[in-house]
């Protein structure tokens, strides 16, 4: 099966949500009246998002169920806060669908709210929402799952250089994949899809690591000495959201390595955080596991009970950061 109408759609459902999430920044973030820590702008962008990319894929995709990280509930609260917040929301989704009324929106958001199954699509509408909020990095990722495994991947970056090394370069990458076919990424909004290919082993320059901004989210000491006993001395690229996929993907770096928190230790991965990222990583020809070697399972539910963190490498250097973890958890 090729799944191409399926990477098609999956590549303008993210890319539209990304356009509409970028209006929100620029309108909102920069406001004066925004509370510094007013979290209006990422939820009117998170739902608009969801809203816009579960529109497309039950018109095109009709008996799919989708699994995404948001629902209506609270923006169908009958009082004037929350009234207010889905007025803006639907304001939003109207730049891009002119006919949906708040209701109609509600009912697209809520179409994310299906369980896992045998075929089943995956979104994070924003992921790394305080990334967002800071003006930093965040995603918009949606993957297709069959039997258990990611087949299709599109992965949206709309704060993410194209090029990493020239500040000049344009900003906003999607990157996609579909199982068996490789890995690409285009500037956000182009169908200029070049291959990407994880960093060759040799290639000391992007030998370094890439870990969350937030520290809650990991373990940084451990993140830091596992990243050295692997032979990794230069100091952590940090960035929020998947982007952290893409930079492993495209050879910015090596490994991305996502330890529990000590502070957060039954904390469980959930699937719309890694299942696009992972495909994008490993048709590039890297690896993705759990700290213990290992896959991820995407079939069980939303929730990642049966993994413990998430390596992400060029594959190259994953087994010895296994090792290198399974060591230290033995002392
Ligand atoms: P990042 O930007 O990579 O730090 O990841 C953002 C994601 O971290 C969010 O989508 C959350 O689902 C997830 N998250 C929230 N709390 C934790 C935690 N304690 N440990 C790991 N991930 C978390
Ligand atoms: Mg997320």
New binding site residues.
Partial sequence: MSYSREQQAAIEAVSRAANLCKQVRVDMIGAEALEKDDRSPVTIADFGAQALVCQLLTEAFPPDTIVA?EDSADLRQPNAKHAAKLKQVTRYVQRFQPHADAQTVCDWIDAGNGQVADRFWTL?PI?????FLRSD??AIALALIEAGEVKVAALACPALLFKPDEPDSEIGVIFSAVRGAGAAMAVLGSDDFEPIHVTQPTDQARLRFV????A???DQSLQQAIAQAAGINQPSLR??????YGAVARGEAALYL?L??P??PD?R??I??HAAGSLVVEEAGGRVTDMHGRRLDFAADYKMNNNRGVIVSNGAMHQAVIEALAAGAST
């Fill in positions: 990280e994070d992921d790394g929402t305080k990334g990095q965040y870990e969350s901004v937030e809650a989210h990991g960035m929020d959201s998947q982007a952290k996502r529990p928190s502070k957060s904390y991965e959930k719309w955080d």
